[in-house]
């Protein structure tokens, strides 16, 4: 069986240049409209300070773009889908195609395949680009990023052997650390200590924890302070410990934005093995919306072409007004649907899914209406 690709006829091509330029001139907008307030005017106090030239402004506000188009993508073919068919609708052209037999799957069969390409640079841009522009960005400036965390060291069963508290960190350098060492037995669900220790500095290899210049105060079983000595270097956590307690620390005050798709998976896997329950729903939930988000593109593109559908006298109020309520719903929804993976309200696949399922059933509610 020899399989043929579909013809590309004038019409397709007229029909994906329109709606290419109609989309292309709403990211541009939303992108300006987006940058324009605080991205901007940051950048250029930043330039009037001398804090850097022009070269680095601009490379600043470029940097910035990835992050913003993630969000552009989806709108701009929304309002790019709804202008072009509703332009059309208004010249009598879908009357014309409609005329000639086409159905609508036909007519919108360049739109979905130009939405089917934004879909795969919305997915692009957020696995790939918004991360590496937040590092770049981040260079640029100088910045190095602090870190406090407490990570808990626990043994098959769950119990706590030692907790490791980091006062501030700068990428695996460690300040004012504290260590606190558990007793193997429970004595009334309280986790007795046997050992504290006190480091003022310390550094976080691949394979272990070492601290420097540390006190070590004994404890004894009931809970009195015994003894002190000087340690002059002492290994806290060593192999895959050491490995994981540093991937917590150093994401613990990333965005989920800035770190791509593979690091991230590897990070909720982390956090599931951790116990970390509220972490790893939340930041599931994040991952899931990587792949998911993309899609919106291709339902937004449709929604805009039904929106689009409208008589030669039908005002076009009406569906730009619909289109910019769908954008607002879906955009300010996403932070509480956040909010109720990361409290296990809902599970994260159902939280991750819910906007997708509601956009289809927005298009088949539509599609019904316009009775095509």
């Known amino acids: 069986m020899n399989f043929k690709f579909p013809k590309i006829t004038i019409y397709d091509r007229y029909m994906f240049k329109q709606v290419s330029l109609a989309s292309l001139v709403a990211i541009l907008l939303f992108t300006i409209v987006w940058i324009a307030p605080e991205i901007l005017l940051n950048t250029i106090k930043g330039a009037l300070a001398g804090e850097y030239g022009l070269k680095t402004a601009i490379l600043l506000l470029f940097y910035e773009l990835p992050k913003i188009l993630d969000k552009a993508f989806p709108v701009g073919l929304l309002l790019g889908t709804l202008f072009t068919f509703d332009k059309m609708s208004k010249d009598s052209e879908i009357t014309i ?3 000639v037999g086409m159905s609508f799957p036909r007519i919108i069969a360049p739109v979905v395949v130009l939405s089917v390409i934004f879909t795969f640079l919305c997915f692009l841009t957020g696995d790939k680009g918004t991360p590496t522009a937040a590092a770049k960005i981040m260079a640029i400036k100088g910045s190095i990023r602090s870190t406090q965390y407490i ?4 043994d098959e069963t769950g119990h706590p052997l030692a907790a490791v508290i980091v006062s501030k960190s700068y990428d695996r350098e460690l ?3 504290i260590v606190l060492d558990f007793d193997s037995h429970v004595y009334q669900d309280v986790h007795q200590l046997t050992n ?10 691949d394979d272990r924890w070492e601290l420097e210049d540390v006190s070590n105060y004994k404890i004894s079983p009931d809970g009195i302070y015994i003894d002190i000595k000087h340690i002059d270097k002492l290994k806290v956590l060593e192999g895959q410990s050491a490995k994981d307690a540093f991937t917590l620390m150093t994401y613990s ?11 991230l998976k590897n990070y909720v896997k982390l956090l599931k093995r951790e116990g970390l329950s509220e972490e790893y729903h939340g930041t599931l939930n994040k991952y899931l919306q990587r792949f998911f988000h993309p899609l919106i593109c291709i339902l937004l593109a449709i929604l805009g072409c039904l929106l689009g559908f409208s008589k030669p006298r039908e005002q076009r109020l009406i569906g730009f007004t619909i289109a910019i309520g769908f954008i607002f719903v879906y955009y300010i929804t996403l932070p509480f649907f956040d909010l109720l993976a990361e409290k296990e309200i809902l599970s994260p696949f159902i939280t991750s899914t819910l906007p997708t399922i509601a956009f289809t059933i927005a298009i088949c509610g539509f599609y019904k209406s316009k009775d095509l």
Not at 151 to 154: I, N, R
Not at 196 to 205: E, F
């Open 97 to 99: 195609f409609r005329a």
């Open 151 to 154: 990570y808990t060291q626990k």
């Open 175 to 177: 300040n004012n650390v």
């Open 196 to 205: 504290i220790y006190s480091a003022k500095r310390g550094y976080a290899y």
């Open 253 to 263: 005050t990333m965005k989920e934005r800035e770190i791509n798709n593979k690091d």
